[in-house]
């Protein structure tokens, strides 16, 4: 079978990744204003627990990952991947809409922190499979020679994501008094999310479903597809303690790094934005000479050597930062775990669809991944905030990334031989 013209696939990469960007885009704006959606929903006479209950309504989101990928993955590997784009990003648009529109806790009391609960409810159940499904389309209308390259754009249309709600964040920062953006300036961001909703979903509407899922005789239904993945609950153990490094790093230098910057280090909200913007960038730039690397050398050398430097160097890089905090250093150490994040990551992704058995790519890749995330990363923000309390800490979270770094270490160990099969047998089945 053969894989889409390099005119067809970069056409479908664009298409695709636009649920990516909405899903980041919405994410990251939760961490860059979570002291306001704090103060607006979660109001509380201490600042740090309401600092907390908001990134605990963050974290809550990811809980519905695990149930998000074991419902919509098996629907995708049975319906189609285009069908399964668009249900998501459908889904994860309602979501979005809560959290714009919903009016504050002042106004319509207990009922304001619940809608938001739900909103993000709904973003979490959508994507639990919306990474998943993004991930194997690309994987499956890729050429064998260049799929890592082809689906560390996925990760890629993230940092676009990132870049531009920093930018976003920074224009407000210029043209609005703090006051107004805590008011209702921040809604602002959330509002042209929103409004790009209708068009990614017709756009989506466009895209055609892979060869490789037509090629396919069968297709397994939903209890197929989950008996399938209970029996084999060793391989999606071993994918989530795989993907726990890249869910910790990316939440931590992205999602955390602006309430990092501003509450822990007390740096202004600009040079925060300013360095999650320089990380959006540097992230953007690596991912697909990464994943173009993984396609030469192999997934597992690279998985082994960046697990390694994100066991041994975040709490010395953090350290380095708390000790002195400036603008300066926090650019030097973000754009060193950038460089961290998106080396690991550039090799996890497409790695992921590799070792999932072909005919429940979606719902294996979506489960491990939604359940790490759910376990690690989701709570990223929360733990950090957290640690640093508990422990007077300020460089804490360094910790907390090296433990993920660890699990991912022993989790690629463990997998070695999946790693040596899965280049020789992902390619496409023969027409």
């Excluded at 159940?125 to 990474?131: D, N, Y």
């Excluded at 990464?290 to 192999?298: F, M, V």
């Excluded at 640690?387 to 070695?416: E, N, Q, R, Y």
Aim: charged content about 10%.
């Amino acid at each position: 079978m053969k894989s889409e013209s390099p005119h067809g696939t970069l056409r479908s990469v664009v298409i695709v990744t636009g649920g990516n960007f909405l899903e980041m885009f919405d994410f990251f704006l939760f961490g860059l204003y979570a002291s306001h959606i704090a103060a607006t929903f979660f109001p509380a006479k201490d600042e740090l627990a309401s600092l907390l209950n908001a990134f605990v309504a963050f974290g809550a989101g990811f809980l519905m990952r695990p149930l998000g990928a074991i419902v919509l993955g098996a629907y995708v590997d049975a319906a189609g991947r285009r069908k399964g784009l668009v249900v998501t990003l459908g889904i994860m648009a309602i979501g979005t809409m809560l959290i714009a529109l919903v009016p504050g806790y002042a106004q319509i009391g207990l009922l304001a922190p619940i809608l938001v609960v739900i909103g993000r409810l709904l973003q979490g159940f959508s994507a639990g499979t919306e990474l998943g499904g993004v991930s194997v389309y690309l994987s499956e209308i890729a050429a064998p020679n260049r799929k890592g390259f082809v689906v560390a754009w996925q990760s890629a249309s993230q940092q676009v994501a990132i870049v531009v709600a920093a930018g976003l964040g920074f224009a407000l920062s210029k043209l609005m008094s703090g006051h107004d953006i805590a008011a209702w300036g921040w809604r602002i961001p959330f509002g042209l999310g929103c409004a790009l909703v209708p068009f990614l979903l017709y756009v989506r509407g466009t895209l055609t479903e892979t060869p490789e899922f037509l090629a396919r005789s069968h297709h397994p239904s939903a209890l197929e597809a989950w008996t399938s993945m209970l029996a084999q609950w060793r391989l999606v153990l071993g994918g989530a303690m795989l993907v726990s490094l890249t869910t910790v790093s990316f939440y931590l230098i992205t999602v955390y790094t602006p309430t990092y910057g501003k509450s822990v280090l007390n740096l202004s909200e600009t040079d925060s934005l300013i360095v999650t913007l320089c990380v959006g960038i540097s992230n953007f730039l690596w991912l697909p000479v990464i994943g173009a690397l993984s396609d030469a050398i192999g997934r597992r050398p690279i998985l082994l050597f960046y697990s390694t430097l994100a066991f041994l160097t975040p709490y010395p890089a953090l350290n380095f930062l708390a000790h002195e905090p400036s603008f300066s250093r926090m650019v030097v150490v973000d754009l060193w775990l950038s460089f961290v994040y998106a080396g690991y990551n550039g090799a996890l992704v497409v790695a992921l669809t590799e070792i999932m058995p072909k005919d429940l790519r979606t719902t294996g890749f979506s489960i491990a991944y939604s359940l790490s995330t759910a376990i690690f990363g989701g709570f990223t923000a929360a733990i950090s905030t957290w640690l640093i309390h508990t422990t007077h800490d300020k460089a804490a979270p360094g910790l907390w990334m090296s433990s993920a770094a660890l699990c991912a270490f022993i989790a690629v160990v463990l997998l070695g031989q999946r790693f040596r099969t899965s280049r020789v047998t992902s390619a496409p089945d023969p027409a």
